[in-house]
């Protein structure tokens, strides 16, 4: 079960070329990992957990693109079929969200799928154009 819970993480790989393996002491809070290694230890966790909604708060905030890559497909495994709330500020971690809220300033300005918001040119197509 923690083996298919890795691989649904994109974890799998990288826990088998540590040293032990799946029995390698990693140090506290993960400490001799990488932010993208971490980042999908915590998705394998939310895997075993199978709860019924999930929370992702800035999950590919500071990695690097490949590991942004690796964490991205993992969390579409993990949120399909699931209600989940994912809280982002690089934008290409919620373009296949059903529903996107725009807040400002702690207000909701928009709302919609990405879609929607691009074709209402606010706040969310000006982020969209500077993240690229």
């Known amino acids: 079960q923690v083996k298919k819970a890795a691989e649904i993480a994109n974890a799998h790989t990288f826990i088998e070329k540590l040293p032990d393996g799946y029995n390698t ?65 690089r934008l290409s971690t919620i373009t296949n969200a059903d529903k996107i809220i725009v807040l400002d300033k702690g207000e909701i300005k928009e709302e919609g799928t990405h879609h929607e918001l691009i074709q209402q040119n606010g706040i969310y197509t000006k982020l969209c154009s500077m993240q690229g």
């Open 25 to 89: 002491i990693i140090g506290d809070r993960g400490s001799t990992l990488s932010g993208g290694e971490r980042q999908r230890i915590s998705i394998a966790r939310a895997v075993l957990k199978n709860a019924d909604i999930l929370i992702l708060d800035e999950a590919t905030s500071a990695l690097d693109t490949e590991n942004e890559r690796l964490v991205q497909e993992a969390i579409s495994k993990i949120t399909k079929d699931k209600t989940s709330i994912i809280i982002a500020h």
